[in-house]
């Protein structure tokens, strides 16, 4: 398959006053375009850091990120947004839903920056909506969802945009295990029946047995990466 993803000596430097901290030194990755990969490591062992940086959130030091082709380290920080709202969705450990919207309307957000109409936009966030199997509860506020189907909101919004690539930061953290085997199937099969290319941070040796690979962080450094049964 082809190369999606393409990261060469990759470094990151954080600066705290005169200190600097490198949480990320000589990083070289390659994903294949519909690759389901778990990252996994120690607290501080900059699995985050490199998620951030693959997701465009955050700028690396020193090397190069390649994705789809696009040299994202060198692009300006305009550029960059517009680049991660097109080709990138986010799911985080708490799921980032506006409160006072319906799971609808939470996920058209991302659909705002585009010049599509609102009846396309509802039409996208429906089909979202359903693929994640929440279609019966589009009108519900998140306060009237359960965990597992407020972070299944915020994968249909991850979604609704279709995106070249999934980030997801500790997706289970916040969930019961019958939730998280839920969210962790769902997104198995997104990457299985549509391709999706899924990086995934966790500290959970199930949730990474969801993932066809699995890559070791340890001190900013990679250590193992190993294919999964």
Known sequence: MAKLIEIRDLSKVYERGRQKVEVLHSINLDVEQGDFLALMGPSGSGKTTLLNLIGGLDQPTGGSISVGG?????????????????KVGFVFQFYNLMPMLSAQRNVELPLLLTKLSGAE???????????????????????ELSGGQQQRVSIARAIVSDPTLLVCDEPTGDLDRQS??????????????????????????????YANNTLHLDKGTLVEQAAVA
């Open 70 to 86: 696009q040299r994202i380290d060198q692009l300006s920080a305009g550029a960059l947004a517009k680049w991660r709202s097109a």
């Open 121 to 143: 936009r509802k039409k996208r966030a429906s089909i979202a909506l359903q693929l994640v199997g929440l279609a019966d509860r589009a009108a519900h506020k998140p306060t």
């Open 180 to 209: 998280a085997e839920e969210v962790l199937a769902l997104l198995r099969a997104l990457n299985r029946d549509h391709g999706k290319t899924i990086l995934m941070v966790t500290h959970d040796p199930k949730a990474a047995g």
